[in-house]
């Protein structure tokens, strides 16, 4: 079976470390293709031009919004080690550049027996039980239509024009076609749920992202996985949110944080 996240994250060598790509519709928020997909596409050129196959650490600078449409993604190598490999990447769209991205590939993650950890998983009600995002209905974005988002429902308030007051939102996320969540799959996760800000604002709309940063820490086991995502700064129209996804045994195994503007209608 062909998913159809694999579908819309298809990279193609065209010589020169350039890789030809498509920007599908419906992984898309207000009609601009989401942060977190476009993460994951960049994550897959990183991959193949590194020749490793897991995008460790991936840092993107959006410059413009894009959706539905054709994009070349520039590679250079900057740096290949015994156990990471970095990589530039920019993405144009014809003569515009979307995308400025830096990433660090590899084959396994390092291993390690010292842990610490200061923040485990949310307590959540189960997958079955939690709120469903609608797949289809007005104002519901395009991304719904692939992604399975479940929130806790403390954190519905927004939807209905009643936010919590706190800048906070827990849930689930797989993909709706039943796709098993790799490394890839969390790079879109990670920028897949209501922005933690609507539950101040109390205004959905298109948030667009100045910066997004992902950092892979495990793979996941099969099943859902359960994210929070948290703002602390908001001021001067900008504000951060940094998420945390565990897997279905409650092990952390992506983190990210990104800078972004006020919601848009």
Not at 102 to 110: A, F, Y
Not at 187 to 206: E, H, K, Q, T, V
Not at 241 to 248: A, C, I, N
Request: hydrophobic share 45%; charged share 20%.
């Amino acid at each position: 079976m062909v998913f159809e996240f694999d579908k819309a994250t298809q990279v193609r060598a065209i010589g020169d470390g350039a890789f030809a790509a498509r920007v599908h519709d419906g992984w898309d928020i207000a009609g601009n293709a989401n942060g977190g997909y476009l993460l994951a596409i960049v994550s897959a050129a990183m991959c193949a031009a590194t020749g490793r196959s897991l995008p460790v650490a991936v840092s993107c600078h959006y410059l413009g919004p894009v959706n539905d449409a054709d994009v070349v993604i520039e590679t250079s190598v900057v740096k290949s080690g015994k156990i990471f490999a970095t990589a530039h990447a920019t993405v144009r769209a014809g003569d515009r550049v979307i995308i400025d991205a830096i990433g660090t590939c590899g084959e396994v993650l390092p291993s390690g027996e010292q842990r610490h950890a200061t923040r485990g998983a949310p307590q959540m009600p189960s997958f079955a039980e939690s709120a469903p995002r609608p797949s289809t209905s007005a104002g519901m974005p395009g991304l719904m239509r692939n992604v399975d988002v479940r929130l806790h429902p403390h954190d519905t308030g927004f939807a209905r024009g009643e936010p919590s007051g706190d800048a906070l939102v827990r849930g689930w996320c797989a993909f709706r076609d039943g796709r098993p969540i790799d490394a890839l799959g969390l790079a879109l996760m990670c920028d897949a749920f209501p922005p933690a800000i609507f539950n101040l604002s109390g205004a959905p709309g298109w948030v667009p992202t100045v910066q997004l940063s992902f950092y892979l820490r495990a793979i996941p086991a099969a099943g859902p996985v359960c994210a929070e995502f948290a703002t602390n700064q908001l001021h001067d129209g900008m504000f951060e949110e940094d998420g945390l996804l565990w897997d279905s045994r409650g092990v952390l195994v992506a983190q990210s944080r990104q800078l972004a503007l006020m919601p848009r209608q």
